[in-house]
């Protein structure tokens, strides 16, 4: 549809194929994507339940029988590490009536023994044992249910769908950036969790430009000079120069874009020519992280909607991951991490490490939060993007959600 033909009315209640079609390209979406519990529910079903969830780092579970729990779109997932690098996820719902069995949100457990009526599940989610029950109850038939789950180069994915997306393409392009970091065995330097008032989509959407960033984000700018999207004439010759190094240090370098249909980005970008890290004032904050060879003056910027993002430099790592908590909630995870052999206060400083991150968040967090507010005024409606946020922007992104959203 251009953006000349007429935008259909949808009012309360309205039918979905009606909103979807009435949204225009290169144009934010109406109030209802972000601020109704209908769309919320919506969001939940057809976008958490049937996709790719980024959920944690393999260095969260370090030892065979840890777990941790991941609460997202209403479920409760415990990813438990079992044999080599074997991670368990399994819906945390008793096969009797119901109960929760994990309760805590990390930990460790040899065995899963359910608080109501003490049946006990293997780690990898078999019913090993029920008291009391029927001499012909079968233990074989009551088995966790199980998430599917993909651990690439150590970041894990779960899927709560039967029928998970493929991700073969996402394993291909992902890897080769992700291999050098080793998160098998790195080591988180800190994590933040934030409650942010938005809707997890005006986050997503705040992700996916830099129109905002010079004017917000000065501590992220003076690192990344090409985050100055309309001040940086030189920023292509720039980055054919320092991608020959890159070549010779054999990183990764093919810059896969956000096209029709695909739901995962990635590429490598410079720092600020002189920076040897993505720091304050571009000095190392860290040593060298995993199998990279030296500093490479280079950000590795991943995506895979809906919930993950990462920014990494050589010498430290991040991850981002987003739940939906509430039509206008949503919970950010920043996960820092160095190599596996770094010590804090020996080499690395937390507040090093974090500084430029943790404050470009806070401030994303701060314009997200804004951007609601304003999103649930009755004077509110969808507005144009900026040639700075089409493309493989926003608008990708809002047209991959609603093509979601219309599957049904
Ligand atoms: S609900 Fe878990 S043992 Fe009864
Ligand atoms: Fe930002």
């Given at each position: 549809m251009s953006e000349h033909e007429p935008v259909v009315e949808a009012g309360p209640g309205g039918d979905l194929a009606a909103r979807i079609a009435g949204q225009r390209p290169g144009w934010t979406l109406e109030q209802y994507f972000y601020t109704a519990p209908d769309a919320f529910r919506l969001d939940l079903e057809r976008i958490f339940m049937r996709h790719w969830l980024f959920a944690g780092a393999l260095c969260r579970l370090p030892n065979r029988g840890d777990y941790v729990l991941y609460e997202v779109a209403g479920e409760s997932i415990i990813l438990l590490r079992g044999e080599g690098e074997a991670v368990h996820a399994l819906f945390?719902?008793?096969?009797?009536?119901?109960?929760?069995?994990?309760?805590?949100p990390c930990g460790h457990a040899e065995r899963l023994m359910c608080?109501?009526?003490?049946?006990i599940y293997g780690?990898?989610?078999?019913?090993?044992e029920a008291r009391l029950?029927?001499?012909?109850?079968?233990?074989?038939?009551?088995g966790l249910h199980r998430a599917q789950v993909k651990v690439l180069e150590g970041l894990i994915f779960i899927c709560l769908?039967?029928?998970?997306?493929?991700?073969g393409e996402v394993e291909a392009d992902f890897g080769p950036y992700f291999r050098?970091?080793?998160?098998?065995?790195?080591?988180?330097?800190h994590v933040e969790r934030h409650v942010v008032p938005a809707n997890w989509k005006l986050i997503a959407e705040n992700f996916r430009?830099?129109?905002?960033?010079?004017?917000?984000?000065p501590e992220y700018c003076q690192a990344v000079s090409g985050a100055r999207i309309h001040r940086n004439p030189r920023r292509g010759e720039i980055e054919a120069d320092v991608e020959a190094r890159w070549r010779a240090l054999e990183l990764a370098v093919k810059h896969v874009r956000f096209v029709p249909g695909r739901r995962h980005h990635c590429a490598r970008y410079p720092l600020t020519?002189?920076?040897?890290?993505?720091s304050v004032d571009g000095?190392?904050?860290?040593?060298?992280?995993?199998?990279?060879?030296?500093?490479?003056g280079s950000l590795v910027g991943a995506v895979l909607y809906p919930n993950f993002w990462s920014e990494s430099a050589t010498d430290y790592a991040t991850t981002t991951r987003v739940t939906p908590v509430g039509p206008a909630q949503t919970e950010v995870e920043i996960t820092w991490y160095v190599d596996g052999g770094a010590e804090p206060g020996r080499d690395y400083e937390v507040g090093a490490v974090t500084r430029v991150w943790s404050a470009t968040a806070a401030q994303d967090m701060a314009l997200c939060a804004n951007n609601q507010a304003g999103v649930?005024?009755?004077?509110?409606q969808p507005g144009p993007y900026s040639p700075y946020e089409l493309d493989y922007r926003c608008d990708h992104f809002d047209r991959w959600y609603l093509g979601e959203l219309a599957k049904g």
């Open positions: 945390n719902v008793c096969r009797h009536r119901g109960s929760r069995i994990l309760l805590e608080p109501y009526h003490q049946w780690q990898d989610g078999r019913l090993l029950m029927a001499p012909d109850f079968d233990l074989n038939a009551f769908a039967e029928t998970p997306p493929d991700f050098p970091y080793q998160f098998d065995r790195a080591r988180i330097a430009e830099c129109y905002h960033c010079d004017a917000t984000h020519p002189g920076y040897a890290s993505w000095k190392p904050v860290a040593p060298v992280m995993g199998a990279h060879r030296e500093r490479s649930n005024s009755s004077r509110y």
